[in-house]
């Protein structure tokens, strides 16, 4: 019974720390009342303030994979959360914007040295069945983090603008059950009894490379959703929040059901996973009702949700046992620099079409995507008849 009380403990701490992954980005319906503190400021200085924590994190998750090996893993945690604390709360009280981009610097770095533990901790102690259901519900813990503390800081910046930073508070819940349940991972070593540096693999580069193309596209969905939808005359901001969350439960449940879907559809999860991306895309390229963008935004959000804990779980089949931690913050680092790239390399794309309606980049991401599942339908399928898996295949290339 203790034991079974101790493995329920670490899964919670573990998805505790998942919880936390996207609340750098959870500020942002708190701006218009930041905007309103501070008048002198512009738009795309409240926005940056956004981003700010998300290019540090970008620098610090590498590094953090390239020490983990050398530092205890509770020790970084622990320094983690502490950054993640004082930098996410500072602004609580701070009046002055310029200590707040200084606390959104440091808030950055502390989630930048958790980065590589979200899914690194999971391949540490969990195996089989019960490690893909833990990956799956990692992403419904983003996920869940994502809507409860959207919601939450809207609420309370509309009573106090600096109220809103309060929802980084959580982070002190995770550092008790970090410090309580999560024992000390072991280190590698080899056969001379030292530890084994980091590595990677030609899958591990693939997994990244793929990862990184696929969020260039994902961004797509955020950069230009609300511009369709005012431009349709569909709604406002409040109906491009809704069919945000209704994305990010989409892709909650699909985490849920993770573990069931790799079970069944094996290797053709990647095909679904691209082809409900694409589906999606294609039906909010040609929306012309609310509906019809709030039914696209579910299926985008069940491809993101079924191709990220995929993503996770081949990046960590194909790491080296000692070098867990460090794949796994290559590929948020890749998530990161994706993301960060997008913005550019969508309107480049817009530009050189000489079409810049978010519909029509809706379209191009949609065709990429089916291109995309039918090509690694195409590769199951051929591997299946060679009685290989797609994994086998790659490691052979």
Not at 45 to 72: E, N, R, Y
Not at 112 to 133: V, Y
Request: one cysteine or more.
């Amino acid at each position: 019974m203790e034991n079974i009380k101790s493995t329920f403990g670490l899964k919670v701490a573990i998805l505790s720390i998942s919880f936390l992954l996207m609340l750098r980005m959870t500020i942002s319906p708190a701006l218009a009342e930041i905007g309103k503190a501070f008048p002198a400021l512009s738009q795309e200085t409240l926005m940056f303030m956004v981003v700010m924590p998300s290019l540090v994190a970008i620098i610090v998750g590498f590094l953090a994979g390239i020490i983990a090996h050398k530092f205890k893993t509770k020790s970084i945690l622990y320094t983690a959360l502490v950054l993640f604390l004082i930098g996410g709360l500072g602004p609580f009280v701070l009046h002055d914007f310029k200590l707040i981009m200084v606390c959104r610097v440091i808030l950055g770095a502390g989630t930048g040295l958790f980065l590589p533990f979200t899914a690194g901790l999971i391949a540490t102690f969990f195996d089989g069945h019960e490690r893909n259901h833990m990956i799956g519900l990692q992403s419904a813990a983003v996920g869940v983090g994502n809507i409860v503390t959207s919601l939450l800081a809207g609420l309370l910046a509309a009573i106090a603008w600096n109220m809103s930073f309060l929802i980084y508070a959580f982070a002190a819940i995770t550092l008790l059950l970090v410090i309580i349940y999560i024992p000390e991972p072991p280190k590698h070593v080899d056969v001379e009894g030292k530890g084994k540096a980091v590595s990677v693999n030609k899958g591990v580069i693939l997994v990244c490379v793929g990862i990184l193309l696929y969020s260039i596209v994902y961004f797509a969905f955020f950069g230009y959703l609300a511009f369709v939808i005012d431009a349709n005359g569909l709604g406002d901001s409040k109906a491009a929040g809704l069919a945000t969350m209704l994305m990010t439960v989409g892709a909650l449940c699909m985490g849920l059901l993770f573990s069931k879907f790799i079970r069944r559809m094996k290797n053709y999860t990647l095909f679904l996973s691209l082809l409900l991306n694409a589906v999606g895309f294609g039906i909010l390229a040609f929306a012309h009702s609310l509906g019809a963008v709030f039914v696209g935004s579910i299926f985008v959000g069940l491809g993101f949700g079924l191709l990220m804990p995929y993503g996770t779980m081949r990046v960590n089949e194909a790491a080296d046992r000692s070098s867990v931690n460090f794949a796994n913050a290559l590929f948020m680092t890749f998530i990161n620099v994706g993301t960060a790239a997008a913005p550019k390399i969508l309107v480049t794309i817009g530009q050189f079409f000489n079409n810049p309606n978010g519909q029509f980049i809706f379209q191009i991401c949609s065709i990429c995507l089916f291109i995309a599942a039918v090509v690694f339908l195409l590769v199951t399928i051929f591997c299946a008849l060679r009685g290989q898996s797609p994994k086998a295949v790659v490691e052979t290339r």
